[in-house]
């Protein structure tokens, strides 16, 4: 079974960066797809990103196109978020996701979570 854990939440100024990261346990990470998807208070959980289990292949939302980067290490098992020029809209709840498939992560019903994050951008 899959673990996620997520870090590198925090309260952040409109317009500055923050890094998160997701460390995996208990599975061969290289085996998956991993992403990250978020949910703001009162929305439904929405894609960000997601990368190919080899790295290769990257998708991202269109509101995050330009801003955001998604990489991984598959000898460390840990997938990471780089959030640039960040937006008051940016703020939610940031879920790490893990599955075979990355059209399941895009579609945000991956078969593995993280248990969140919270990211907060000010105004």
């Known amino acids: 079974q899959l673990k996620l854990v997520e870090s590198g939440g925090g309260l952040v100024q409109a317009g500055g960066s923050r890094r998160l990261s997701c460390a995996a346990s208990g599975g061969t990470f290289s085996l998956y797809a991993m992403g990250w998807v978020r949910q703001a208070p009162g929305k439904e959980r929405e894609f960000i990103a997601a990368i190919s289990w080899s790295g290769g292949s990257t998708k991202y939302a269109d509101s995050v196109k330009g801003r955001f980067t998604i990489s991984r290490d598959n000898t460390e098992n840990t997938v990471s978020l780089q959030m640039n020029s960040l937006r008051p809209e940016d703020t939610a709840v940031y879920f790490c996701?893990?599955?075979?498939?990355?059209?399941?992560?895009?579609?945000?019903?991956?078969?593995?979570w993280g248990q969140g994050t919270q990211v907060t951008v000010s105004s």
């Open positions: 996701a893990a599955d075979t498939s990355v059209s399941t992560i895009t579609s945000a019903k991956a078969n593995y």
